[in-house]
């Protein structure tokens, strides 16, 4: 299975049977996510070197604006989409076989954790998966230590309080906080 094949099936597929084949492709992509992040993580890259290794880990070419302090995890990587002008702060975790797509003007902050599988909750199938994708709207910032769970979208000018837990949907223009993260305020945006 080539990694394309692997991005149309997760996408037509969100219950991978521990059974199913395309389990040892998800091994398959984990080393090599684990290669590329090794080398993204263990020694000084200028910006532009680690444009390169960010676009070789996604297989997809960044953005010149895209911006990032390593070090950088994640199990998968080819199934991450990103934005143009989008930073991404020290220690995030992308879990991204199920989907990560990332619109612009995005500013995500230390530590944060991005997950897009589930396990069965039936003990015998535990092995199994879920897949969910998540997406992130334009202009949102993602405060430190957040974690964001399967199956959410992040409305646009959005922004999540440090230390929250996104367990539903944010809306457009509004802060949420806590956990679960709720919403505490509007943002009302000027013309400028």
Not at 13 to 33: G, H, T
Not at 60 to 83: A, H, L, Q, S
Not at 148 to 155: C, D, E, F, Q, R
Not at 168 to 180: E, L, Q, R, S
Request: aromatic fraction near 8%; include cysteine; hydrophobic fraction near 40%.
């Amino acid at each position: 299975m080539n990694n394309q094949e692997f991005l149309d099936y997760m996408k037509k597929n969100e219950y991978i049977s521990k059974e199913e084949p395309i389990v040892q492709k998800f091994y398959e992509l984990s080393e090599r996510a684990r290669k590329i992040t090794m080398e993204l993580n263990n020694k000084y890259h200028s910006q532009d070197e680690i444009r390169e290794l960010f676009s070789t880990l996604i297989d997809k070419k960044v953005d010149k604006t895209f911006r990032m302090f390593p070090p950088f995890y994640t199990e998968c990587g080819i199934n991450i989409t990103i934005g143009k002008n989008v930073f991404i702060n020290a220690c995030c975790k992308f879990q991204d076989q199920g989907a990560i797509e990332i619109g612009d003007d995005v500013f995500i902050g230390h530590s944060v954790v991005i997950a897009t599988l589930n396990h069965d909750i039936d003990p015998q199938k535990r092995a199994s998966m879920i897949a969910k994708k998540v997406k992130i709207g334009n202009k949102v910032w993602i405060g430190s230590n957040v974690n964001i769970v399967p199956n959410v979208a992040i409305g646009d000018n959005a922004i999540v309080a440090m230390g929250s837990v996104v367990t539903k949907d944010v809306p457009d223009n509004v802060i949420v906080a806590g956990n679960p993260a709720r919403i505490i305020k509007h943002i009302e945006t000027k013309n400028r």
